[in-house]
């Protein structure tokens, strides 16, 4: 029970409760007078909280003139579906979707209650009212019979009712909750379920199953208020939102750790008859959210880098095209050629140095230039032309690369994804299987590697950019607060081709569990007040704390600052080496010029 009608109806009940519903039987006809102004002004404060849009009527063997059906059209307007105890089943199954019922009875025996069962989904929303109309005038009703009722009504799944009888001297409405038997409630102020929960002592159970960011346990006793002097807690935005919900109803709960890591199937939460917890705080998917609050959207992703920089070291394969170096080779073999055989003596040095003298655009004075033949004049004017070019535009690549930064493409779709050259990492054991069954890209199956919790989490804090990582997109909104303080982040989502398909997520409720009713109001007034945000933060602030994460990464202090000496080092040294490489030469000249010239004098 505790639907939000139990709170905001009673509000109502002083006036209802002043009014008498009146039951006169006719000894001869055996027709049934009903005064249903009571059952009309309940049906309209129903109509406000759930939605009037149709109305179905069970009723059988009581006759009242004029009939309920036709007072009911008259009062609201709506279509009215009536029931009767020799309904088909067929026929049934078209009158399912109202979602308030009224439910005239007799007694237990009543054949009309049958049909209550006549239903493909247990434990369902649709509202119950059932007036009972007592053969015997202004007799009021013993507490057993009520009992039997609710009984009755348990064992149909059937736990969103209220009960309307004729006490001694007013109607009473009565209502019930299970909690390893059943207890009932008259509803007499607005906070009735609440004081029976308080009254009963009852702990709830609360299940988790680490699946940080978003629910996590840790060793702690912050939550000794909720948990009664326990030394478990509970965070993340889901956690954080139960445990303040048990505030909210001022009651204790225990929780209960679950061994293992909730994964993408989610098959933890398969919720057994004996289930014993009344709600966990992980989220589920799939058929399970007849039972559950709804909570967020969700689907499996690729994590890409956003912004990945290529190694200077690869700077000359990413900034110049294959083609031009396979037509640099091909032209330096043949000015080689030229240079090799166009001067005598012909020196193999000789045709190299001036190989390497065009390619660098390093021009000749002209008296040289003039003693050349006509070929090499016209390799020096139009090729050195075409080098200055291509070399003038390499270094402004190089310039701007080297300023603002050189970036690989964006992994956007399978085909990039494969051209990047990266592996595709998880801790997940689920994900490979994801891949294979299609759910994610089958063609990128290969490149998945399943790695311990440890290394996972080692590479994805230090936001290293060399591996795609599998998320779950609700965890990723919440993790995604780490980079916060990065001008650029360094990961977003993949695009569409690199998901999964939404999966609607739930928050796992024991299907015979009161809380099922309060909890989904509860969810939908957190969403209208922005609660939900602020426990965003302080899960994540938890987390960071529980994992040691200190400090969140921010921009490194070199961002934007002139290139520093130190990367021209390599430059330098080729420098040096290449003066150095010059003296021996000038020296062993100048040691084999002498030599030449002792030698003549010899002779």
């Not at 702990?203 to 996590?216: G, H, N, S, Y």
């Not at 193999?348 to 003693?371: M, Y």
């Not at 961002?559 to 020296?587: C, D, H, K, M």
Request: glycine share 4%; charged share 20%.
């Amino acid at each position: 029970m505790g639907s939000n009608f139990f709170k905001r109806n009673l509000i109502l009940f002083g006036l209802l409760a002043s009014s008498n519903m009146q039951i006169l039987v006719g000894e001869l006809e055996n027709k049934l007078e009903l005064d249903v102004d009571f059952l009309l002004g309940v049906t309209e404060f129903m109509g406000h909280i759930h939605g009037l849009h149709s109305i179905t009527v069970y009723s059988d063997c009581i006759d009242i003139q004029p009939s309920i059906q036709q007072r009911i059209m008259d009062k609201f307007v709506v279509p009215v579906y009536t029931i009767g105890s020799n309904l088909r089943r067929t026929n049934y199954n078209k009158l399912n979707n109202a979602n308030i019922r009224i439910v005239l009875f007799t007694g237990l025996n009543d054949t009309i209650l049958v049909n209550l069962n006549k239903t493909d989904v247990p434990y369902s929303d649709h509202f119950y009212m059932l007036a009972y109309a007592s053969p015997i005038k202004n007799k009021s009703v013993e507490l057993d019979f009520i009992e039997g009722v609710f009984i009755l009504l348990w064992k149909m799944s059937i736990d969103n009712a209220i009960l309307l009888v004729r006490g001694e001297f007013k109607m009473e409405m009565w209502a019930y909750f299970y909690m390893g038997k059943i207890h009932n409630i008259e509803l007499t102020k607005p906070n009735s379920f609440l004081e029976s929960l308080r009254k009963y002592n009852y702990r709830f159970v609360l299940q988790v199953i680490d699946d940080p960011p978003a629910i996590f346990w840790y060793n702690s006793s912050e939550q000794a208020d909720v948990t009664g002097g326990g030394d478990l807690s509970v965070s993340g935005p889901v956690g954080l939102m139960i445990i303040n919900f048990m505030r909210h109803l001022n009651v204790t709960t225990d929780i209960v750790p679950v061994s293992g890591k909730q994964n993408s199937q989610y098959e933890f939460f398969q919720q057994q008859v004996d289930w014993r917890a009344e709600n966990g705080a992980n989220m589920v998917g799939g058929a399970l959210l007849k039972y559950s609050t709804l909570v967020t959207q969700s689907r499996m992703c690729l994590l890409v880098p956003n912004r990945r920089m290529i190694p200077f070291s690869r700077f000359l394969d990413k900034l110049v095209s294959p083609r031009v170096h396979k037509l640099t080779f091909v032209s330096s073999i043949g000015i080689f050629v030229v240079k090799y055989f166009s001067h005598r003596p012909r020196s193999f040095l000789d045709a190299l140095f001036c190989t390497i003298r065009f390619f660098f655009a390093i021009p000749l004075p002209s008296n040289i230039l003039n003693r050349f033949p006509l070929v090499d004049k016209l390799i020096e004017v139009f090729i050195i032309i075409f080098v200055e070019i291509l070399l003038s535009s390499n270094i402004s690549m190089t310039t701007s690369a080297l300023t603002t930064g050189f970036w690989e493409p964006p992994i956007r779709n399978v085909e990039t994804m494969r051209a990047s050259g990266l592996q595709i990492i998880t801790k997940d054991p689920t994900i490979p299987q994801a891949f294979k069954e299609n759910i994610l890209p089958s063609s990128l199956a290969d490149l998945v590697t399943l790695v311990d919790e440890g290394t996972y989490f080692h590479h994805i804090t230090t936001l290293n950019n060399t591996y795609v990582y599998v998320v779950q997109t609700h965890n990723w909104q919440i993790f995604r607060l780490y980079q916060q303080q990065l001008t650029n982040e360094p990961f977003e989502i993949a695009s569409e081709e690199l998901c999964s398909k939404w999966r609607i997520l739930g928050m796992t409720l024991n299907p015979k569990s009161p809380l099922r009713f309060m909890l989904k109001d509860y969810f939908y007034r957190i969403l209208e007040s922005g609660l939900q945000e602020k426990w965003l933060h302080m899960g994540f602030k938890k987390f960071c704390e529980f994992n040691n994460l200190q400090k969140l990464p921010v921009d490194s202090l070199d961002s934007w600052q002139p290139l520093s000496i130190e990367f021209f080092l390599n430059i330098i040294r080729a420098y040096i080496i290449g003066l150095v490489i010059a003296i021996f030469a000038f020296v062993g000249e100048l040691f084999h010029s002498r030599y030449r010239r002792k030698n003549v004098k010899k002779t």
